[in-house]
């Protein structure tokens, strides 16, 4: 890398939660590379941000995270910069019985929640797992803890990436990396995510649920969880209280002889 500035990487960042911690990390004076699919909102959101904080270097780029080859072309572009903190924000859900629920849709939704993270994941801590202050978070969901009814194949996406990176923390921890590797678990959240999901025009979170967060509130609750040194942070479904734990997920502990 050539760029000695430290930059925060952050995908999904044209809308939602990635929008507001973008907000949230350029308050305190963190250069940022925004990646999503529309080129125009990015370009929004950095004039957005530079109008406010001239100060800043945003660097956005446009990329469709469900192709793999996208995910590397995405990373390989960005070998200049000196990424401080990368977080996996992009996701998707689809709403429905499995048995009805189109194949392909259910393909390009496990490619872009699972596979972009693990991709991402991977490559960043192969290059960064050495380097003091460094930090990996993931969102997960708290569907990705807790079964969803009608949502089954999106809750198994999310508990993958709740158990890839509470492992992948328990492995940089166990092997002596200076990088940290956390989770982030939302419940309901008023963005674009119900209208996707659910394939409809319009999503009214007032009307349609009794609780939830709004996209600030949560991009708060990432801060919180990126200042501490927890590995989670979960909003519990049952009262919508955001906790900050260690990994929820059972260990194994080795089966061999060392």
């Not at 924000?89 to 993270?117: F, H, P, T, W």
Request: aromatic content about 12%; glycine content about 6%; some cysteine.
């Amino acid at each position: 890398m050539n760029n000695l500035k430290k930059y925060t990487v952050i995908t999904g960042a044209s809308s939602g939660i990635g929008y507001e911690t973008a907000k949230a990390f350029a308050a305190r004076g963190n250069n940022l590379i925004l990646a999503a699919r529309s080129m125009d909102k990015l370009k929004e959101i950095k004039a957005e941000i530079i109008s406010e904080f001239s100060e800043l270097d945003v660097v956005v780029r446009k990329v469709d995270l469900t192709v793999a080859e996208e995910c590397f072309k995405l990373y390989d572009s960005l070998r200049d910069y000196n990424i401080e903190t990368w977080i996996n924000n992009a996701g998707v859900g689809y709403y429905g019985y499995i048995a009805e629920q189109d194949v392909a849709k259910l393909q390009n939704m496990m490619r872009l929640n699972m596979d972009s993270v693990t991709i991402l994941s991977s490559l960043y801590v192969r290059d960064y797992r050495d380097i003091e202050g460094t930090q990996l978070i993931n969102l997960s969901s708290s569907a990705g803890y807790t079964i969803v009814p009608y949502d089954v194949v999106y809750s198994a996406t999310k508990f993958y990436v709740g158990a890839f990176t509470e492992g992948l923390a328990r492995e940089l921890k166990e092997t002596g990396a200076k990088m940290v590797a956390k989770v982030l678990a939302p419940s309901a959240t008023e963005t674009q995510f119900a209208k996707v999901a659910n394939e409809i025009e319009s999503f009214d979170y007032s009307k349609e649920l009794l609780r939830y967060h709004k996209a600030q509130e949560m991009a708060g609750f990432l801060m919180e969880l990126y200042d501490s040194d927890f590995t989670v942070g979960i909003v519990e479904r049952e009262n919508y209280r955001f906790v900050l734990c260690e990994p929820i997920f059972a260990y194994a502990t080795p089966l061999v002889k060392k």
